[in-house]
């Protein structure tokens, strides 16, 4: 046990997995301000982080939107923000609190380029006359490289979900789907979420879809998919703290009344983990249930 624990202490050595009852990972969430519709400036940023803590989350990846005409800040604009939050998160009592940088993909013709672009090794790229560098714009979590994709809401065919998927592994990326639960195509037929793991992608789904009280139809697909074991991931998704706030703890809770404490472990804190901290996939987990037995 020594040995796994020096093992395991340099990645972990940042996360005090003691201090609360619950510890989860948040990889969904738009909490950079400025650059999306989520937080609006930094005192909002900072009361949804601070919210999140509450919640015992102590690992945050800040999944700021980028869409083709509507999301387009660029990236060293976007870092700058994130920097700011992690200069003022460490003046904090939430200096446990692990704030990584990335963001959730639309699935349009500039990530297409970007891809392509990412994946042949260019330096740079030429999309709608602008030019983008794509080994800046593209910016993975984790040592596993993972990305966070999000598809139109209209109507999909199966096959427009495969190209992203396979562009996104053939660059050596992880695809992430996000919120699957809420496409009409995957509402239509949830078997095109069978094809998106068979291409390699992981599945995420919303702790609000989760716990919805009105019968929604993302909440049976969201619920279904639980049952079923085809999510990999739950997430926030927050934007802000009133209409759509961070329900991680309550999504917790949840889960582990209605599926067990290893299914709420698996998909709110060690998928994410073994992601971000890379071969400790698999034992991570042990460390961390010895942990929480100890406590
Ligand atoms: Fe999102």
Excluded at 15 to 22: E, G, N, P, V
Excluded at 58 to 63: F, K, Q, S, Y
Excluded at 151 to 157: I, R
Aim: charged share 30%; glycine share 4%; with cysteine.
């Amino acid at each position: 046990m020594q040995l796994l624990q020096l093992l395991f202490k340099k990645s972990f050595s940042m996360i005090d997995w003691k201090s609360t009852a619950i510890q989860t990972a948040d990889i969904h969430c738009h909490i950079i301000p400025f650059v999306d519709d989520g937080a609006e400036d930094y005192e909002d940023a900072e009361n949804l982080i601070r919210e999140e803590y509450s919640q015992g989350v102590r690992v945050i990846v800040l999944t700021a939107h980028y869409r083709n005409g509507a999301f387009d800040t660029p990236i060293n604009k976007v870092a700058k923000k994130y920097k700011d939050l992690k200069k003022w998160i460490s003046t904090t009592d939430m200096s446990d609190m692990v704030l990584l940088l990335s963001r959730e993909y639309h699935c349009d013709e500039r990530l297409e380029a970007l891809l392509d672009g990412y994946s042949s090794g260019q330096e740079e790229i030429v999309f709608e006359n602008k030019r983008y560098v794509p080994k800046e714009e593209i910016v993975p979590f984790g040592k596993h490289k993972c990305i966070l994709l999000e598809f139109s809401s209209n109507k999909m065919q199966d096959s427009e979900f495969e190209i992203f998927i396979k562009k996104a592994s053939q660059a050596g990326l992880i695809p992430i789907v996000a919120h699957v639960e809420r496409y009409p195509a995957v509402q239509d037929r949830p078997t095109i979420v069978y094809r998106m793991k068979k291409h390699g992608a992981l599945v995420q789904v919303n702790c609000e879809s989760l716990l919805s009280k009105a019968k929604t139809k993302e909440c049976e697909i969201a619920q279904g998919l639980v049952r079923h074991k085809m999510v990999d991931l739950i997430s926030s998704d927050c934007h802000d703290l009133e209409n759509r706030p961070p329900k991680m703890k309550k999504c917790y809770l949840f889960l582990k009344k209605k599926y067990g404490v290893s299914t709420a472990d698996e998909l709110m804190r060690n998928k994410a983990i073994s992601l971000i901290y890379g071969e400790e996939v698999g034992n991570c987990k042990e460390l961390v249930l010895n942990v929480r037995n100890k406590a």
